[in-house]
C-alpha cells in the first residue's frame, strides 16, 4: 500500500469526513489530516502492512506522559485492510516560551517508577528494543539499549575494531560511574529532539512521537543536544528543578552515543563521524 485511498478513510471510526490531505509526520509513518463535517480536525497516522498493535508503544507513552503534561490525545486505533492507523486531535501550533517547555520536561522527570523499563516494547525501522523491567540502569542500558543497536550496525558493516575498542571503554566508563552513582527510574519521553515538541492552544508546550520509557532522566537531556533546537531558557528553566554539575557534558556523551550510533545504523556513514568523535573521548 502506498497511500490509502478515500475508500479506506470511509472506513475510520470517524463521522462524515469531508477533507483529507497528506501532512509531514515523520520519516515512520504517513500522516494525514482529516476535517469532519462539524469542523473537527483530527491527525491520522497510518503504518502500512502492520497489525493495530503497532501503535500501543506510542498510545501507552502518551497517556503515561499526558497525566502529568500536554500531549495529544488517543482517540482511535485499529487496523483496515492489514495497516494500523492512530487518530489523534489535531494541534494548531502557535508560538510559546521554551522556559515553559523546561519546567514541564523536568516534571515529567519527576514522575517515578521502582524499575527501568516500561509496559511493552517498541519496534523500530532497525530493531526492538527491549523495554523488559529491570532493577539496574547500567544492565539496562547496556544490553537492552547500546549492544542490541551496536550488532545491527555490525551486520550492516558499519562498525569496525576501533569503534568496538573505544566502545567498550566507554562501557566501563558508564557501568563504573552508575555503580557508584544512584539512578532513580524517571519517565522519559524517550525521543526528545526538537521536532518532537511544540507549543499549541494557549501557547502551551506539548510533547508528541513518544518512545516512552522510565530511565535516567539525562538520557533524555542529551537528545536535546544532539541536534539543537533548544534555547537558553529550556535549560535555565530545567535547571531550576535539576541542577547541573560540571561533569554533567561527560555523562551525556554516553547517551548522545546511543542516538548518533541509531541515526548511523538508519542513514549510514554520514553519522559516523559524529559516533567516532564520542568514541574517542573515551
Not at 515523520?26 to 491520522?44: C, H, R, S, V
Not at 499526558?66 to 490525545?73: L, Y
Not at 521536532?195 to 522510565?214: K, M, R, V
Request: hydrophobic content about 35%.
Amino acid at each position: 500500500m502506498k497511500n490509502p485511498n478515500s475508500a479506506w478513510f470511509k472506513q475510520l471510526p470517524l463521522e462524515k469526513i469531508t477533507t483529507i490531505k497528506p501532512v509531514s509526520g515523520g520519516d515512520i509513518n504517513l500522516a494525514y489530516q482529516a476535517t469532519t463535517d462539524d469542523g473537527k480536525k483530527y491527525f491520522i497516522k497510518v503504518q502500512p502492512n502492520h497489525s493495530q498493535t503497532y501503535f500501543n508503544h506510542e498510545i501507552n507513552g502518551l497517556k503515561a506522559i499526558g497525566k502529568t503534561i500536554n500531549t495529544p490525545t488517543p482517540i482511535h486505533h485499529g487496523e483496515i485492510d492489514g495497516n494500523a492507523y492512530l487518530i489523534l486531535n489535531w494541534l494548531d501550533e502557535t508560538w510559546g516560551n521554551q522556559e515553559d517547555l523546561g519546567l514541564a520536561v523536568a516534571k515529567m522527570h519527576q514522575q517515578h517508577n521502582d524499575k527501568f523499563g516500561f509496559m511493552d516494547n517498541h519496534q523500530t525501522k532497525a530493531l526492538i528494543k527491549d523495554n523488559s523491567w529491570n532493577s539496574s540502569w547500567v544492565d539496562f542500558y547496556i544490553h537492552q539499549r547500546l549492544e542490541p543497536e551496536v550488532d545491527v550496525a555490525s551486520q550492516r558493516g558499519r562498525w569496525n575494531k576501533w569503534r568496538q575498542e573505544h566502545y567498550q571503554r566507554m562501557v566501563n566508563r558508564f557501568a563504573d560511574h552508575y555503580q557508584k552513582h544512584e539512578v532513580i527510574p524517571s519517565l522519559l519521553h524517550g525521543d526528545l529532539w526538537a521536532g518532537n515538541f511544540l507549543f499549541a492552544g494557549n501557547h502551551e508546550p506539548f510533547l508528541i512521537d513518544p518512545d516512552a520509557l522510565f530511565g535516567d532522566r539525562e538520557f533524555d537531556l542529551a537528545m536535546t543536544t544532539v541536534f539543537g533546537g533548544f534555547d537558553n531558557s529550556f535549560y535555565q528553566a530545567y535547571s531550576s528543578i535539576f541542577p547541573f554539575d560540571d561533569e554533567l557534558d561527560e555523562r551525556l556523551s554516553w547517551y548522545r552515543f546511543y542516538y548518533l550510533c541509531m541515526h548511523l545504523v538508519l542513514f549510514g556513514e554520514s553519522y559516523g563521524g559524529a559516533v567516532d568523535q564520542i568514541l574517542r573521548q573515551f
